[in-house]
């Protein structure tokens, strides 16, 4: 049963749909470090015990294990299979969110968290927004934890799906049958095989990550002896790139950058609830041409030039700035 001590652990910078879902539950969220290598496995394990500490109670982790949303970070193998320990020795769940996957830019994809739950601790989650389309507003869970109820005690004990599905219907009054026939159709297209149904968006991710990450180095790259001020981490799949840039990449700053350049771009900062990403920013290059990407990324470059710019400006003019003397010749 759930109580007022209940929280949920999740990495840090997290999806913000997950966390405007978990504000809509009354569900807290408690910050785990992100490295490259996706949720720090320590520190959720010491964010464990202080929760417990606190008097709360941790009952699930949310991770995106492959290419995440907004960081594109990735598990290792052993991380994942170390995660499923850990949450096995802690007593928790684990809410595997997974819609990427499948857009690996690599020829042997991971196995998913789900593959290696053998405890039943893994509840899947999983799209076809990314897969098929946005618009049908599909998805499917996979939840055979069994549960029972205070009031059926004495009855056999239900999968939390069917618990899920009694909910999701008295909540949304059923997903539409006009998209549930579109995604049908579209699996039983392709054999059922979500892989097979994907195979041309894969390829088609595949080249624009390349692209982007090329185009981003042609773009940044400094000039020899120059210092690197534009930095950005290198997926091996997904839909997302997170570039480091050197000035504030808010709110404000985005609609500069709509408004004066034509570049649209996501502030990280979103991701960390305003806690942290100030200078950061996502790009996304999911449906574009490789000329689109050239185009978006070259205007990204003249943003950064112009923030250059205005930089050395304020600093020639900053009060105390002695900037360069001509003496008179012959002194």
């Known amino acids: 049963m759930r109580d007022s001590r209940d929280v949920?652990?999740?990495?840090?910078?997290?999806?913000?749909g997950f966390i405007g879902a978990a504000r809509v539950a009354d569900a807290p969220l408690r910050s785990v470090r992100e490295h490259e290598g996706g949720i720090d496995l320590a520190d959720l394990e010491r964010?464990?015990?202080?929760?417990?500490?606190?008097?709360?109670?941790?009952?699930?982790?949310y991770v995106v294990p492959d290419f995440a949303d907004p960081s594109g970070a990735s598990m290792s193998l052993a991380d994942r299979i170390a995660l499923l320990e850990l949450a096995g020795r802690e007593r928790i769940l684990v809410i595997e969110d997974n819609p990427y996957s499948l857009f690996s830019s690599g020829d042997s994809p991971l196995p998913m968290l789900k593959a290696l739950d053998e405890q039943h601790q893994v509840i899947h989650l999983g799209s076809f927004a990314k897969s098929a389309f946005a618009g049908a507003r599909m998805g499917y869970i996979i939840a055979d934890q069994?549960?029972?109820?205070?009031?059926?005690?004495?009855?056999a004990p239900v999968l939390l799906a069917d618990h899920l599905a009694k909910l999701k219907s008295m909540v949304t009054l059923n997903t539409s049958?006009?998209?549930?026939?579109?995604?049908?159709?579209?699996?039983?297209?392709?054999?059922c095989s979500l892989k097979r149904a994907t195979a041309r968006e894969a390829q088609v991710y595949r080249q624009n990550l390349a692209t982007t990450l090329d185009r981003l180095k042609s773009v940044f790259?400094?000039?020899?002896?120059?210092?690197?001020?534009?930095?950005?981490?290198t997926p091996q799949g997904g839909m997302f790139i997170v570039i480091t840039l050197p000035f504030p990449a808010d709110d404000d700053m985005l609609e500069y950058s709509a408004?004066?350049?034509g570049v649209l771009w996501t502030p990280m900062h979103h991701f960390y609830r305003g806690t942290s990403g100030f200078h950061q920013a996502r790009l996304s290059f999911s449906v574009l041409t490789p000329e689109q990407i050239a185009l978006g990324v070259d205007r990204l470059g003249k943003?950064?030039?112009?923030?250059r710019a205005k930089q050395r400006t304020e600093l020639t003019h900053a009060p105390g700035h002695r900037g360069h003397v001509l003496q008179p010749q012959g002194m």
């Open 8 to 16: 949920i652990l999740a990495a840090t910078p997290n999806y913000v």
């Open 47 to 61: 964010q464990i015990e202080a929760a417990r500490c606190e008097g709360l109670r941790p009952r699930a982790c």
């Open 146 to 155: 069994p549960r029972t109820s205070a009031e059926e005690s004495s009855a």
């Open 177 to 191: 049958t006009a998209a549930q026939a579109v995604i049908g159709g579209y699996l039983l297209e392709n054999g």
């Open 221 to 233: 790259e400094p000039a020899p002896g120059m210092p690197q001020d534009v930095t950005w981490n």
């Open 259 to 261: 408004s004066q350049f």
């Open 303 to 307: 943003l950064v030039q112009d923030q």
